[in-house]
């Protein structure tokens, strides 16, 4: 496709983690193809560009391509480098640390997968792509939400202006020749797609905090990912901001309940008679400032054609919602994204682009989907094994000293 051809239009239905990291990669496909072949839109529906949530782990599978994309020093700056994964039993008897088993992280992974581990503030990450897509020649729009689609030959995209101020609820039309749904768990792209229902509860709920590391006495100022195995429950904590803060989760199962009730579900076990060990105890009393997020999900994908149908395209939750027990949501948004850039790399050098983009959809999906089911189906065993409870807890416990690393590291994760 030459340089004077007129762009193709794609829009990217979402703003946030996976729809910025989309607008990044194929921006940075149409500028190697020497041309303004793509021209891009972001709509994000909320009034202002935020990301919800708290903390964010980015293992060598997802920060690779960010490093390729030119953000390696940005994000070191925003992040941090934990030493070590480790595992910890949450209702060890008293006296004993709890230490299970240990995964080096730090130059470990960095020598074995080409990248380090970090963790950092979902916001920080979100603001480091949207710097860098600002700076592209890309459109932003907000408070744009899809309504409904209409995807033969091109894609017309109803959608509705959101802001407060606009004095009218009618509906507008506009045609592209592409369509990116990476509006997130609730996506009206899928809805419009698939039409598949809504995501379904998983009957776990997330208490997520974050407290400053320097107000914290010496024993629990932790600079590692530490991982917490209960009895239907688990906690995960791990330091941001550079270290300055300490982002601290809670996973509990049943529905959402104040401080009080989750907390006295967790250190009162029936079974065993066992408490929370001292030092976790500690660390969920230092913090008040609790919020909660009920967990939703969708069944492991299926095959290509949940990802992807004609001229759009799911990424992210959009199309693979995964619970956070492999803390790899955010990564496969960012494998989503290089992925849809590298299938769209060929075409838009081509002739007839437009025709060929059911079949550039079509090799996005099929190389994603099996992996994005992967991760799906061990994030939803994990969540088992995490709260796992009498015999059963012992014997992952028992596994996890024996075999140490070997079980704790995930080649085939982190090296894709």
Known sequence: MSSTAPPLQVLIAGGGIGGLAAALALSQASSAAHGPTLQLQVWEHKLAWSEQGAGIQLGPNAVRHLQAWGLGTALEQVAFQPEHLVVCNAQARKGQDG???RLRLGQRMQDRYGATYFTLARADLHQLLLSAVKALPVELQLARRVVSLKAE???EVKWEDLKPV???EALHTQIFDAVVGADGLWSHVRQALL??????ATGHCAYRAQLPMQ???AHLRSFDVTVWLGQRFHVVNYPVKGGELLNVVVIVEGPPCDKAQWLSQITSVPSTGFKVATQLLDV??????WQSWPLFDRAPLHGPQTMAQGHVALLGDAAHPMRPYLAQGAAMAIEDAQALAKAWGPLVSSAAPESRIPQVMQAYALNRWRRNAQVQRRAQRNGFVFHLQGPMAWARDRSIQWLGESVLDIPWLYSA
Not at 284 to 289: F, K, P
């Open 166 to 168: 606009s004095g009218s």
């Open 284 to 289: 969920l009393n230092a913090a008040d400032d």
């Open 99 to 101: 230490v299970l088993g």
């Open 195 to 200: 039409q598949d229902g809504a995501a379904q």
């Open 215 to 217: 107000a914290l006495p």
């Open 153 to 155: 030959p091109q894609v």
